[in-house]
Nanobody
C-alpha cells in the first residue's frame, strides 16, 4: 500500500525559508512514471496546485510561487522535496504531497492553475504538514 508522509512544516517569519519533505513507501512511484506534486490549502480557501514533477522528470511551478519555491526529489525517488524561500504570510496553509499514475497530470494541474477538490483528484495523498508565516 502506498503511503505519503509529509514533514518539515512549521512557523517562521516573513522572508524565512522552510524545506518540506514527502517520504514515499509501498511502491517505487518514480520508476512507475507516476507524477508527484505539492498542493496547499489555506484556511477558507480551495486547495491549489503549487509545484509538480511529472513522470519524465520535468517540473512545473505555480506563478504565485515561481522564483521562491523549488520542487525536487532525491536520487532514489523515494523522497519529494519543496524548498520554500522568501516566505510570505499568504503562503500560510496546509501543504500536501500527492501522486498520480498519469505521468503528466501533476504538471498540467499546476500550469492550468487548477484548484478545488473536484479538480485535484489524485491517486494518493499525504496527510499534510502545516506551514504558518507571520508578518
Amino acid at each position: 500500500q502506498v503511503q505519503l508522509v509529509e514533514s518539515g512544516g512549521g512557523s517562521v517569519q516573513s522572508g524565512g525559508s522552510l524545506k518540506l519533505s514527502c517520504a514515499v513507501s509501498g511502491r517505487d512511484l518514480f520508476s512507475s512514471r507516476y507524477c508527484m506534486g505539492w498542493f496547499r490549502q489555506a484556511p477558507g480557501k480551495d486547495r491549489e496546485a503549487v509545484a509538480a514533477i511529472d513522470g519524465d522528470g520535468s517540473t512545473s511551478t505555480a506563478e504565485s510561487v515561481k522564483g521562491r519555491f523549488t520542487i525536487s526529489r532525491d536520487n532514489t525517488g523515494n523522497t519529494l522535496y519543496l524548498q520554500m524561500n522568501s516566505l510570505e504570510p499568504d503562503d500560510t496553509a496546509m501543504y500536501y504531497c500527492a501522486a498520480d499514475h498519469l505521468p503528466y497530470r501533476c504538471g498540467f494541474l499546476v500550469r492550468s492553475g487548477s484548484s478545488g477538490s473536484s479538480a485535484l483528484v489524485m491517486d494518493y495523498w499525504g496527510n499534510g504538514t502545516l506551514v504558518a508565516i507571520s508578518s
